[in-house]
């Protein structure tokens, strides 16, 4: 599985590849939201692996999704359940390329018990990688603060000698 890292880098990387505004937080937390459905069952209940399985697949990730829209404005379900959904499938993609050391997930659960993945990268190799991984999203980060000048303060906002605030009004004026 990738770790949790990985998957927010990704999950950032492809936000800045579609432009995401309002809804990235939502869209992150869809990224981690099969994880958050389904490891703690089985971190708290270990003997409940194969059971805790049923909750990292795409029906009850998206029924979640479903699930926490609704507590939006009417207005906003929808693009919310879109950015929650497209993260969880991001996600999914994720852990579909990884080599299991069991079977793989339940990609149709509760339609089928067969298990699914394609198997090109080992369980350690998102480890191994991630630092590289975490390298280029916080190269792709600080690259997009300096182009949108986002990096600094705004002209006109530095700070003046002797402690005035921006603008030049000295602090005795501070509201």
């Given at each position: 599985m990738p770790d949790l890292a990985t998957h927010l880098a990704t999950a950032y990387l492809a936000g800045r590849f579609v432009k995401l505004r309002r809804l990235a937080?939502?869209?992150?937390?869809?990224?981690?939201?099969?994880?958050?459905?389904?490891?703690?069952?089985?971190?708290?209940?270990?003997?409940?692996?194969w059971m805790a399985q049923s909750f990292h697949s795409p029906v009850v990730v998206f029924l979640?999704?479903?699930?926490?829209?609704l507590f939006f404005r009417a207005d906003q379900r929808r693009p919310v359940f879109l950015a929650l959904g497209a993260g969880s499938l991001l996600h999914f993609l994720f852990d579909l390329t990884q080599r299991h050391l069991v079977a793989g997930y339940l990609w149709f659960f509760p339609?089928?018990?067969?298990?699914?993945?394609?198997?090109?990268?080992?369980?350690?190799?998102?480890v191994r990688w991630l630092p590289l991984t975490l390298l280029v999203t916080v190269?792709?980060?600080?690259?997009?603060?300096?182009?949108?000048?986002?990096?600094?303060?705004?002209?006109?906002?530095?700070?003046?000698?002797?402690?005035?605030?921006?603008?030049?009004r000295p602090r005795s004026e501070q509201v």
């Amino acid at each position: 599985m990738p770790d949790l890292a990985t998957h927010l880098a990704t999950a950032y990387l492809a936000g800045r590849f579609v432009k995401l505004r309002r809804l990235a937080a939502v869209f992150y937390l869809g990224v981690l939201l099969p994880d958050l459905v389904s490891r703690p069952i089985h971190i708290v209940f270990p003997s409940t692996f194969w059971m805790a399985q049923s909750f990292h697949s795409p029906v009850v990730v998206f029924l979640f999704c479903w699930l926490i829209s609704l507590f939006f404005r009417a207005d906003q379900r929808r693009p919310v359940f879109l950015a929650l959904g497209a993260g969880s499938l991001l996600h999914f993609l994720f852990d579909l390329t990884q080599r299991h050391l069991v079977a793989g997930y339940l990609w149709f659960f509760p339609f089928s018990l067969e298990r699914y993945s394609i198997g090109w990268i080992k369980p350690d190799d998102y480890v191994r990688w991630l630092p590289l991984t975490l390298l280029v999203t916080v190269s792709v980060f600080l690259a997009g603060r300096l182009m949108t000048g986002k990096g600094g303060l705004k002209p006109g906002m530095e700070r003046r000698a002797g402690g005035s605030l921006p603008g030049g009004r000295p602090r005795s004026e501070q509201v």
